[in-house]
């Protein structure tokens, strides 16, 4: 069966590990024992000593805490019960002229503003950028992803969760 | 056991789906008895049958004529059951195994057996999307294998025509409005009999296209490729005897079925994801438009994805956009098979790859939207500009889930349109012609969770992305290069940014009379994504050409050509550079013909990026702008990345003026941005007057009318009343 080491892990999720080897993990079979290495590695990159359940983008968790299930971003913000969507809780700032569109896209064609809107949620906290969202103006901020996460335990880990109040 | 071998074929089929359905098991087979008797052998019986496949695909395309096959590989072959379900297949547009196999089913249940009757040696051919393809160019063949008079499968084969006779020249025919201005339609039409394609046939195809050298080689082509995977499989039947054979094809594809379900258990996590992107279509005003509808449209494509406990993926397309009087329509064919090339690259990367996969899925596509229209004269002529953004947001679906379980290294920012350009007029030899211009093949790639997207090195279509040479293409149309290159900040930014595009342009040369028409670009919207704080691609650019150019007398003169439109978006470097007629054209192009000394240039795509700008390493950002993927600009407006000059005068990164710059622009977005529930409350406003542009608000009653869904989720996310409607609606 294929493995690999927990530092192997750590550099292949951190970009850093050099491309002939991550060719070669691309193109063998699946290790089966990915994801609580996986975990173990986004642990040990966090400050805070919840338990990481499942990541839901490069640096949001969900994970248990004393308020129960929460989406967490890396630098410890909660944005609440995992459940609800994590981007109503977020700081957005949403690009609708042409000078703020200019500012990242300095050197293309851009959307006409009054048909497209660019929208960046960050964390409150540490201003990280976790979503771009491109949408017609008035379109609904979507919800990314609604894992079951108990299922996801229970019926495909075998490691069920104990059960929260 | 049904007899398979006494029963007709539609019998035989409706047969099949029945114990599908009573056993959840492909054609009832609950056990892959022969995999247990020996595996070895169930696995290089497989081989083979993909060494027939790939064999009989490169063979063919040395008989083609036309570059889109040879030189870029727009040709896929695949192995069928009787039933018409794919049991092996070649690289190449992949897309077209699933919809073969549509085709093929479609003439057994229209009766084919009795008439025009399926005999050995016939040959059938389709390129009606309703019947089995994605658009009126992908020309499919396919021939019955008989073995000892018994009907024991089918070989098939599509090839991508650059020329399909349409109302504009080439294959994607972007002026259609209906299915009667897409061209030569071969409506699942028997074209040949004893391995020979009937003479009266080829004459149709002579007389009706502009080009029918290609088509016509292509046909060749096709044949020879189908007959020589048909001898292939007799040979390969005469030694394992027949009851094996059959057997042996079922259990392939039960068996990609239970690989795709153990492949998404293994890889994702069960669950919802949703996405969405739009494509917006400009054409108010444009030459050749019939004022059947409005003329521009924003479709709204949202998905919603499930992946069950199962591990079956259910695809939802409710709330989308009705069809159009426009050629980007797409029947269910071209979604199913959006869907399989789609998993054969994300998900079948190990194990038998077949129809298997797909019958795996579940897919809504609602009646009378874009994605099943109910209207048959629809044309689908450019289906592909809306199916690539869609199954790009499958693709970053898909790769939530892998990012989730920890497979990082499969996660993809996903595909992008790539525009065609079309043409047709006088050759540069003086005779007549027409042709599509397939360097779009190579556009850029979404970026990975771990790394830049491949820079002019990926489509969704066809995995083997090639651009072409250029002397090729030279050869066969009436303009020569003065321009390839990277287009500069074309990859959306973010800690790895997508992979570039790159732009053409050429000199029309030797010719008084070349019409140029382009599809699938978005116009005034970004028609991708990007992932977990990346920034879409910009994707809606505009076409320059100068007219009436200089061009001969600066050349005359030794002056500098420009050999590309420039970084500047406001004032490009042809108009710095050439007199003449300077054309900035939005949407479609589609003008009056060039002639000789005109200048065209034309931009491809690059992918959606990946993760915060801020986090992008600045020595790789330094390495980008020496090699013209950024510009200093973009490093540091966007990235925050501060370069300075090495001794040399190489761009080199500042570290501390980067960190510094990083806090700063830290701040500034705390500064900037405002709580969603504020933002919201406000926007809540608008939304409630209708502030909105003509083409907006129709895109919302349009998603409204069909979907109860869209509409009760809109109007619960701002807070609207339930009989609330955006103003206007009739």
């Keep these: 069966m294929t493995g690999y080491s927990k530092e192997v892990i750590n550099d292949l999720v951190n970009g850093t590990l050099p491309w002939p080897q991550t060719r070669r993990i691309m193109s063998a079979y699946k290790d089966d024992d990915r994801f609580f290495k996986y975990l173990a590695v986004l642990q040990d990159r966090v400050s805070w000593s919840d338990p990481i359940l499942l990541p839901v983008s490069d640096h949001l968790f969900i994970c248990d805490s004393a308020e129960g299930r929460i989406t967490r971003c890396e630098c410890g913000h909660s944005f609440g019960d995992y459940r609800k969507n994590w981007k109503l809780k977020a700081l957005i700032n949403v690009r609708n002229t042409e000078e703020s569109l200019r500012e990242i896209y300095p050197n293309s064609d851009i959307p006409d503003p009054s048909w497209m809107e660019i929208r960046e949620f960050f964390c409150p906290n540490c201003a990280h950028l976790h979503e771009v969202e491109a949408a017609a103006p008035g379109y609904p901020i979507v919800h990314d992803f609604e894992p079951d996460l108990e299922g996801f335990y229970r019926d495909w880990l075998g490691k069920p969760l104990k059960e929260v109040a | ?730």
């Design chain 2, 1 to 730: 056991m049904l007899d398979r071998t006494a029963n007709s074929l539609q019998q035989r089929l409706l047969e099949s789906e029945r114990l599908m359905d009573e056993t959840g098991c492909y054609d009832g087979i609950t056990e892959l008895r022969l995999r247990k008797e020996d595996p070895l052998k169930f696995e290089t019986l497989h081989t083979k049958l993909r060494a027939y496949c790939v064999s009989a695909r490169e063979m063919a395309r040395r008989i083609s004529a036309s570059p889109g096959v040879r030189e870029v590989g727009e040709m896929v072959v695949a192995i069928y059951t009787p039933e018409g379900d794919a049991i092996a297949l070649s690289n190449g547009i992949m897309v077209h195994v699933h919809t073969m196999s549509r085709f093929i089913k479609w003439m057994i249940r229209n009766g084919y057996e009795q008439n025009p009757g399926i005999r050995d040696g016939d040959i059938f051919a389709n390129n009606d999307a309703f019947i089995g393809t994605v658009q009126v160019p992908d020309v499919m063949d396919v021939v019955p294998i008989f073995f000892e008079g018994t009907l024991v499968g089918w070989a098939g084969a599509v090839c991508h025509e650059l020329e399909a006779g349409g109302i504009t020249p080439g294959g994607d025919v972007c002026l259609a409005q209906e299915r009667f201005t897409e061209g030569l339609f071969v409506c699942a039409e028997k074209i040949g009999e004893n391995d020979e394609i009937r003479r009266d046939y080829v004459i149709r195809c002579e007389r009706n296209l502009r080009m029918p050298i290609y088509w016509v080689l292509d046909e060749k082509a096709k044949v020879a490729a189908c007959i020589d995977m048909r001898e292939s499989v007799k040979q390969l039947i005469g030694e394992i005897g027949l009851g094996y054979w059959q057997q042996l094809s079922k259990e392939y594809i039960e068996e990609g079925r239970r690989a795709q379900l153990a492949r998404t258990r293994q890889l994702t996590v069960p669950g919802i994801y949703r996405g969405h992107t739009f494509y917006g279509h400009v054409t108010e005003g444009k030459p050749g438009f019939q004022p059947l509808a409005d003329p521009n449209w924003l479709y709204n494509i949202p998905i919603e994805m499930e992946i069950t406990s199962e591990g079956k993926i259910r695809l939802d397309f409710d709330g989308t956009q009705p069809w159009g009087y426009h050629s980007m329509n797409c029947t269910p064919a071209g979604m199913d098979g959006g869907m399989f090339v789609t998993l054969t690259q994300h998900m079948n990367f190990e194990g038998l790859v077949n129809d298997g996969a797909w019958m795996a899925t579940e897919i809504n596509i609602p009646h009378g939207t874009w994605t099943n229209p109910d209207n048959e004269m629809a044309a689908t002529a450019t289906s592909w500009a809306l199916l690539l953004p869609a199954y790009g947001v499958f693709q970053r679906l898909l790769s939530r889930g892998f990012i989730a379980r920890g497979f990082v290294e499969e996660a993809f920012v996903g595909q992008v349109n790539s525009p065609m350009i079309e043409m047709g007029g006088t050759s540069q030899y003086g005779t007549g012609f027409g042709m599509a211009h397939f360097e779009c093949a190579a556009a850029g790639s979404g970026a990975l969770a771990i790394k830049d997207g491949l820079d002019t090195a990926y489509v969704g279509w066809n995995p083997e992305s090639d651009m072409g040479n250029i002397e090729i293409w030279e050869q066969n149309m009436p303009m020569v290069y003065i321009g390839r290159s990277i287009v500069p900040n074309s990859g959306g930014a973010g800690k790895y940014r997508g992979g570039c595009a790159f732009i053409s342009t050429w000199l029309i040369n030797k010719t008084d009379h070349l019409r140029l028409v382009t599809s699938e670009h978005s116009s005034r919207v970004f028609d991708n994504g990007g992932m977990c704080g990346g920034y879409p691609a910009p994707t809606c650019e505009k076409h320059h050409a100068v007219r009436n150019s200089d061009i001969f007398e600066r050349a005359e003169r030794r002056e500098p050509l420009a050999h590309a439109p420039g970084t500047d978006p406001l004032v490009s470097d042809f108009e710095r550079t050439y007199k003449g007629e300077q054309v900035w054209e939005e949407g479609p192009y589609i003008t009056r013909p060039h002639k000789a000394g005109d200048i065209f240039s034309h931009a491809y795509n690059g992918g959606g990026g990946f993760g915060d700008v801020l986090e992008r390493d600045p020595i790789k950002t330094a390495w980008d702008v020496e090699n013209g993927f950024l510009t200093r600009e973009a490093a540091e407006k966007v990235f925050g990345i501060i370069l300075k000059d090495d001794a040399d005068g190489y761009p080199q990164a500042d570290i501390d003026a980067t960190v510094a710059r990083r806090a700063e622009m830290r701040e500034e977005r705390l500064k900037g941005a405002v709580p969603v529930s504020e933002w919201i409350a406000k926007e809540s406003e608008r939304v409630r007057t209708s502030d909105f542009a003509a083409e907006v608000a129709k895109m919302y009653r349009g998603a409204m009318k069909l979907s109860p869904r869209f509409a009760k989720d809109f109007k619960e996310f701002w807070g609207l009343a339930s009989d609330f409607a955006i103003a206007g609606e009739k």
